[in-house]
């Protein structure tokens, strides 16, 4: 059973465009974090949002965590080739004391020119 | 700062040969640190975790094992590959009071 779903989970769009992508789950976490991944490289950090309702902005990137800090969007405007990659969302469990981060599948970001 | 290095970042290797792959952090002291496998590009799988040396937590059975001999080194091994161990293998570390995993680039191992 997977904690942590992404939707979609491949997403092909032309340069210029919008997107938003998903992260979904049942149970309440007290962070998420937001990475990319690049072929043949490890996942780099986007973002980490903590408070429900939380609204982070990184340039034409909008990350918001749900109000019941139990699922997160990635809001991607007028999308760059330099977009593409694969777009990973982790949760970290409440009291955890070692760290556990939670991963979803991964949203295939492509962006055509 | 603080960096982390994986060797090799591929490997080809025969079913029922051994495999060791490392990990090393740098420029900090005491971290936490994990072993991912990703198939397929995918999401992750945890597979161990280490709080301090000598101390190894395995998340899945499976035909592999992890060690840590020393405080900023991660290996992880198997002494006879099967195909299904075919796979990204990624290393990362966390600080101490601190949810934020860094990642390796990564090894790439081909069991054929």
């Known amino acids: 059973t997977q904690l942590l779903e992404q939707s979609p989970q491949f997403l092909s769009i032309q340069e210029g465009e919008n997107l938003t992508v998903y992260c979904n789950s049942s149970?309440?976490?007290?962070?998420l974090q937001w990475y990319r991944q690049e072929p043949g490289e490890g996942p780099v950090l986007l973002v980490t949002?903590?408070?429900?309702?939380e609204v982070k902005k990184l340039k034409r990137l909008t990350f918001q965590f749900g109000d019941a800090r139990k699922d997160s969007s990635l809001h991607i405007t007028a999308a760059q080739t330099g977009d593409t990659g694969l777009y990973l969302c982790?949760?970290?469990?409440?009291?955890?004391?070692?760290?556990?981060?939670?991963f979803g599948r991964g949203t295939q970001l492509t962006v055509w020119p | 700062s603080q960096t982390i290095h994986q060797w090799p970042a591929t490997l080809v290797q025969p079913v029922g040969s051994p495999l060791s792959l490392e990990c090393t952090v740098e420029g900090t002291s005491n971290p936490n640190l994990y072993w991912y496998r990703q198939a397929a590009g995918r999401g992750l799988q945890l597979l161990f975790y280490?709080?301090?040396?000598?101390?190894i937590s395995s998340e899945v059975p499976q035909n592999l094992s992890a060690s840590r001999p020393q405080d900023r080194q991660f290996i992880l091994s198997s002494k006879k590959l099967l195909l299904s161990d075919s796979g990204f293998y990624l290393c990362a570390w966390r600080g101490a009071g601190a949810n934020v995993l860094t990642f390796g680039a990564g090894s790439r191992l081909t069991v054929l």
């Open positions: 149970s309440v976490f007290s962070s």
């Open positions: 280490s709080v301090g040396i000598g101390q």
């Open positions: 949002v903590v408070t429900g309702g």
């Open positions: 982790a949760g970290a469990s409440r009291g955890s004391t070692l760290g556990r981060l939670y």
